[in-house]
């Protein structure tokens, strides 16, 4: 209790002390540190009046979007007191809405005498509260910053979706143009297409007509020699020497072999739908569909990358085609080589058995394609036509026919028995990557790098019909066995299933964005492989629509092909080798 009366006194003095009204004696002191026991600290919260109930404006980023019929009337007096705003944040002082301000000198002060009487804890409350101020007024004046920068943002903001909407009326005053442009220039490539056909027409008549011109002449020039020659043929044969006597060999086994070049006739498009073997092999096989394959046995048999491979339309045998000029014979399972074709002059892109599996028919970069005899394995036709290199090739069912495609943005139709080019599929604007018979038909399928896919009458090699969706250059499409649907991949990864009937997207699968360089079914169709950019091989089962990944190349997989029975897969790959999978 006497403590308690003692403190009004003692902190009067301690004040009187601090501002020099006067001075205590040594017991006052005394008494005051005795007595210091009876102090106690009361937090107490300095709570600041909000000066304004300010709200921040929510800045969308997903729509800029003003409504319409704004008056500029309006927009000036927005902005007028917007500026208002921001002169009155900047003028205006950020103060403590507390006491005065005290001096630097009265707080030193203060803190000497507290540390000099021992009162630490009333020193470290003082000491908290001035740096609390300072805080405080640190904090304030970053408010006010930032209010501003809020300010300036929603100017901004403003800014840019006017500039939006003139943006969009300018470009959609170009619009119609663009239109217009777009159609002239379809029609222009139209234009050029008839061109094309209408110069390779004249091209052919004038071939034609050189043709009988120099028939012509020879049988001229025969009928003459004979008329003459004949009375005095003992003289002229005393009198001709072994130059004379050559040339006269030479001209009559040249007219001899254009004799037998005439006789030969062009080959005829079957006018019938051929049956196709593969619908009755898919009604047979019950067996659920194979997906679980792995990796067995590794051939090497290319020192550059394997381009394509093919199985054998009846033995147990597979062909790899490779960018080191070369095509093998490869025997299964052991994969031992039994023949080596050569003949071409730059990379191997494609091959295709002829339907007897007989002959072999190889597309390449230096332009042409050849015709092979595997019993011999010599080439006995080489196609020329093309400018850039060939990237596919494919026989027709009946086996007289021969259909590439190549970089020159053509396709082309060659005929096997008169050793011509019958016709030339104009109509992509980039270069055909894949071709195509439809089983036992005369129904051709392209995929180009133009991103389409076209389907072509091959007798009268008129497109009837183009197919889009890819978003990228289609590297390959295929029929199903039987010959129902088209599976198609491009540069990014994506598989497209199409309707062939209806010609109509069924569904599109993303496995990139690795490239996709080739698609092939099992010989149900229930399963599709494609051979991936990034050394994997995707397994997609129709079905149940799961994909499985087989992993086994070290580097890209260029192609793809099951077995017959579909218990074997076959991959080949950059590093030159040919993968089996069981």
Same mark, same amino acid.
């Given at each position: ?27 006052? @002191? ?149 239109? $217009? ?148 014979? $490869? ?84 005929? $096997? ?6 016709? @030339? ?110 050394? $994997? ?46």
């Amino acid at each position: 209790m006497a403590a308690k009366q003692r403190l009004p006194s003692l902190a009067l003095r301690v004040l009187e002390e601090a501002l020099g009204m006067g001075l205590t004696t040594a017991r006052d @002191t005394a008494e005051a540190v005795a007595a210091e026991g009876a102090y106690y600290l009361e937090q107490v919260t300095v709570t600041e009046a909000s000066e304004d109930d300010y709200e921040y404006e929510e800045i969308p980023d997903d729509n800029f979007s003003i409504p319409e019929g704004e008056e500029d009337l309006a927009k000036a007096i927005q902005m007028v007191q917007e500026q208002a705003t921001d002169t009155q944040i900047l003028e205006q002082k950020t103060v403590l809405p507390s006491k005065q301000p005290v001096p630097e000198v009265i707080e030193d002060f203060l803190c000497n005498f507290l540390i000099k009487m021992g009162m630490t804890r009333t020193l470290n409350c003082f000491q908290s509260e001035c740096k609390a101020r300072e805080d405080l007024l640190k904090t304030q004046k970053e408010r006010d910053f930032h209010r501003m920068h809020h300010k300036r943002i929603v100017q901004e903001k403003n800014k840019l979706i006017n500039d939006l909407k003139g943006l969009k009326l300018h470009y959609a005053s170009y619009e119609p143009t663009i239109r $217009v442009l777009h159609e002239k220039h379809h029609t222009l490539l139209k234009q050029k297409m008839l061109t094309s056909l209408e110069r390779d027409r004249a091209v052919g008549q004038i071939s034609g007509l050189q043709a009988t011109l120099k028939n012509m002449e020879i049988g001229h020039n025969y009928h003459a020699s004979e008329i003459r020659v004949v009375p005095n043929r003992e003289k002229e044969n005393a009198l001709e020497g072994p130059t004379q006597k050559g040339l006269r060999e030479a001209r009559e086994k040249n007219k001899s072999n254009t004799k037998i070049k005439d006789n030969t006739k062009d080959s005829e498009f079957p006018t019938d739908m051929q049956p196709n073997p593969n619908l009755y092999l898919y009604k047979e096989n019950i067996c659920p569909a194979k997906v679980d394959y792995k990796l067995n046995n590794i051939f090497r048999l290319h020192e550059l990358p394997v381009s394509c491979i093919i199985m054998h339309p009846c033995k147990d045998i597979l062909i790899s085609c490779g960018e080191d000029r070369l095509w093998k014979v $490869v025997g299964l399972p052991k994969g031992n080589v039994l023949l080596t074709g050569f003949g071409h002059t730059d990379w191997l892109s494609d091959c295709c058995f002829h339907p007897s599996g007989n002959k072999l028919a190889t597309s390449s970069g230096d332009t042409t394609v050849k015709l092979w005899d595997l019993s011999k394995g010599n080439c006995i036709l080489t196609f020329e036509g093309h400018n850039h290199a060939v990237w596919s090739c494919t026989w027709h069912s009946c086996g007289d026919f021969v259909a590439s495609s190549s970089l020159d943005t053509t396709s082309k139709i060659w005929d $096997v028995n008169s050793e011509r080019c019958r016709c @030339t599929l104009y109509g992509h604007v980039d270069s055909v990557n894949s071709i195509e018979f439809f089983p036992g038909s005369n129904t051709l399928l392209t995929g180009s790098a133009d991103k389409t896919l076209s389907v072509w009458d091959a007798r009268t090699g008129n497109c009837e019909q183009s197919l889009y969706g890819h978003m990228h250059s289609v590297n390959d499409a295929t029929f199903t066995p039987r010959g129902h649907m088209i599976a198609s991949c491009d540069a990014c990864g994506v598989i497209k299933l199409w309707d062939f009937r209806k010609l109509l997207p069924i569904v599109s699968i993303d496995v990139g964005p690795s490239p996709g360089n080739e698609v092939n079914f099992d010989s149900s169709g229930r399963v599709l492989a494609q051979a991936s950019g990034n050394g $994997v091989i995707h397994l997609l089962d129709l079905k149940s629509g799961q994909i499985h990944k087989l992993m086994g190349h070290e580097s890209e997989a260029h192609t793809v092909v099951f077995s017959h029975d579909g218990e074997y897969l076959f991959s080949g790959g950059s590093d030159g080798t040919v993968r089996t999978w069981s």
